[in-house]
């Protein structure tokens, strides 16, 4: 089986950083794009920025220039760097897949649209 296992998230005050991690595990064969999503309390969750496997990014424009979004050489890997968080960016963080190929006793098996359980980012005035 495979996971997304999500770190990083927890409680800052504005202005402040914090950096989330999330770490594909199992025996992984191949991963396209990587990225996070959020959700605050009463919204739709939303794109915060994601990562294909090509290298190249795309951000929500109310991040952009605050947030970096990067992945390991392994490409199993994604991070979100949050640098000047404002009390906004308070939400539950998903980390996203949109493909992943692993292996399995039962031969290669594909997941798509696969999510991580969440992670909390708190962000005090």
């Known amino acids: 089986q495979v996971q997304l296992v999500e770190s990083g998230g927890g409680s800052v005050q504005a202005g402040g950083s914090l950096r989330l991690s999330c770490a594909a595990s199992g025996s992984i064969l191949n991963i396209n794009t990587m990225g996070w999503y959020r959700q605050a309390p009463g919204k739709q969750r939303e794109l915060v920025a994601i990562t294909l496997s090509g290298g190249s990014t795309e951000y929500a424009d109310s991040v952009k220039g605050r947030f970096t979004i990067s992945r390991d050489n392994a490409k199993t890997t994604v991070y979100l760097q949050m640098n000047s968080l404002k009390p906004e960016d308070t939400a539950v963080y998903y980390c996203?897949?949109?493909?992943?190929?692993?292996?399995?006793?039962?031969?290669?098996?594909?997941?798509?649209?696969?999510w991580g359980q969440g992670t909390q980012v708190t962000v005090s005035s």
């Open positions: 996203n897949v949109d493909w992943i190929l692993y292996r399995t006793a039962e031969g290669p098996k594909q997941e798509f649209d696969y």
